[in-house]
């Protein structure tokens, strides 16, 4: 478990398909100072907006979570978060030049190498954990989220299709980075052809290929290539729920279960957690005191 904050030696940029937009869209990836946190900012408005990552400024829909401040939004931040969630990457300026991050393969795969690319930088301040003192569930109905206090992060999906190539499927594992980078980073997100052709006709999505996920028709996969490991559905499922956990900007060490969640029950459990004050507590390391006075970016928002 990584002690001290990290961001990265260099400036990365990358460039991939809006799916939403149909463009071109450019993201650049900064290093950033100790305790800076995670900041993303609308590159392409005059002036930027900057988005700091807070309870107040995340929200999901169905289909993707996003960051919002001010009428305007990042939309598909989950997988690039993940990545970052993943090498444990404390600092960052996010630059996005458009209202999303491209989706690229579906996967974290882009952005995990792109990070080791410009390479991980250690900083000389230490990390900050958030850890629970209580149980928080959320449930709507269909799916829940319970986070469960631990001094590790343990995730478990279980994910449900009555669907012939996905079915019911469950992933249990604790998170480090080696098990990040070969279980779940490489996993890529899945749709339904009908439902994405809705879409399409709509005008709500302008981009979009069998380039950017797995595409199912009613029986099978229809990606030429097939899956890259025969769950891949629910390991993309964890990679999401690594990602949104990241929506707080700072480690979390639980014991998750997801069972049938979404974006926005994730969102939903971050959000319910922030509300009981004394459900939990920043700690610089398991095994240590709870830190008492921090600078928590997250609430200077
Ligand atoms: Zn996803």
Same mark, same amino acid.
């Given at each position: 478990m990584e002690l001290f904050q990290h961001t990265i030696s260099q400036r990365?940029?990358?460039?991939?398909?809006?799916?939403?937009?149909?463009?071109?869209?450019?993201?650049?990836?900064?290093?950033?100072?100790?305790?800076?946190?995670?900041?993303?900012?609308?590159?392409?408005?005059?002036?930027?907006?900057?988005?700091?990552?807070?309870p107040k400024t995340v929200a999901a829909t169905e289909g993707t979570s996003f960051v919002h401040k @001010? *009428?305007?939004?990042?939309? $598909? %931040? #989950?997988? &690039? =978060?993940? /990545?970052?969630?993943?090498?444990?990457?404390?600092?960052?300026?996010i630059r996005v030049h458009?209202?999303?991050?491209?989706?690229? @393969? *579906?996967?974290?795969?882009? $952005? %995990? #190498?792109? &990070? =080791?690319? /410009?390479?991980?930088?250690?900083?000389?301040?230490?990390?900050?954990?958030?850890r629970l003192h209580e149980e928080i569930a959320v449930s709507d109905g269909v799916g829940r989220v319970v986070l469960r206090p631990s001094t590790e992060l343990k995730i478990s999906c279980t994910i449900e299709f009555p669907?012939?190539?996905?079915?019911?499927?469950?992933?249990?594992?604790?998170?480090?980075?080696?098990?990040?980078?070969?279980?779940?980073?490489?996993?890529?997100?899945?749709?339904?052809l009908d439902q994405i052709l809705a879409k399409r006709r709509s005008g709500e999505f302008r981009g979009g290929s069998l380039e950017n996920a797995i595409i199912l028709d009613h029986e099978k996969v229809l990606n030429p290539d097939g899956l890259r490991s025969p769950d891949e559905f629910v390991r993309h499922k964890a990679l999401d729920l690594l990602g949104d956990l990241y929506l707080l900007g700072f480690?979390?060490?639980?014991?998750?279960?997801?069972?049938?969640?979404?974006?926005?029950?994730?969102?939903?459990?971050?959000?319910?957690?922030?509300t009981r004050e004394f459900a939990w507590a920043w700690y610089p390391s398991p095994g240590r005191l709870p830190i008492r006075q921090v600078w928590a970016p997250s609430f200077a928002a």
């Open positions: 990365v940029v990358l460039s991939g398909e809006g799916v939403v937009s149909g463009e071109e869209i450019r993201v650049e990836l900064c290093p950033a100072p100790p305790n800076h946190g995670l900041l993303f900012e609308r590159a392409d408005l005059d002036p930027p907006v900057s988005i700091l990552l807070s @001010d *009428g305007q939004r990042i939309l $598909f %931040v #989950e997988h &690039l =978060l993940a /990545a970052l969630n993943g090498l444990a990457i404390d600092n960052l300026v458009g209202p999303e991050i491209p989706l690229f @393969d *579906g996967s974290a795969k882009v $952005f %995990v #190498e792109a &990070l =080791l690319s /410009a390479g991980r930088r250690p900083q000389w301040s230490l990390r900050r954990y958030l669907h012939p190539a996905i079915g019911r499927q469950t992933i249990s594992l604790s998170v480090c980075q080696e098990k990040f980078l070969s279980e779940l980073s490489f996993a890529r997100t899945f749709g339904f480690p979390i060490l639980a014991e998750v279960e997801a069972v049938r969640s979404s974006h926005k029950l994730h969102v939903q459990a971050l959000q319910t957690l922030f």
